[in-house]
């Protein structure tokens, strides 16, 4: 079992940056894959970034050169940096974890998921 806890939502301008953590306590989290997904007010949960057990990244189009996803095995975090935020970033970020290492892009492949942080971008 794994367990997750994000941080570092907030509320912040447009062309501003916020890092988001996701601390990980129970098994072994360096053998997990990790991914961030968002879901903003009436939309679906939608993929945002992964990161595999090896530091592969993927990212979505919409945030590729904006935001950089990694992780501390030391420290059990995954983070999210997001830089030159839009409105359109807003939404309830929520981290999720996969064993076996290997990233995917569906929310449906993850076993263990946060309770997510507020993200709100104004214009």
């Known amino acids: 079992q794994v367990q997750l806890v994000e941080s570092g939502g907030g509320l912040v301008q447009a062309g501003g940056s916020l890092r988001l953590s996701c601390a990980a306590s129970?098994?072994?989290?360096?053998?997990?894959?990790v991914g961030w997904f968002r879901q903003a007010p009436a939309k679906e949960r939608e993929f945002v970034a992964a990161?595999?057990?090896?530091?592969?990244?993927y990212y979505v189009d919409s945030v590729k050169g904006r935001f950089t996803i990694s992780r501390d095995n030391a420290k059990n975090t995954v983070s999210l940096q997001m830089n030159s935020l839009k409105p359109e970033d807003t939404a309830v970020y929520y981290c999720?974890?996969?064993?076996?290492?290997?990233?995917?892009?569906?929310?449906?492949?993850?076993?263990?998921w946060g309770r997510g942080t507020q993200v709100t971008v104004s214009s």
């Open positions: 990161i595999s057990r090896s530091a592969s990244t």
């Open positions: 129970g098994r072994t989290f360096s053998n997990y894959a």
């Open positions: 999720a974890a996969r064993p076996g290492g290997v990233y995917s892009l569906t929310l449906w492949d993850y076993n263990y």
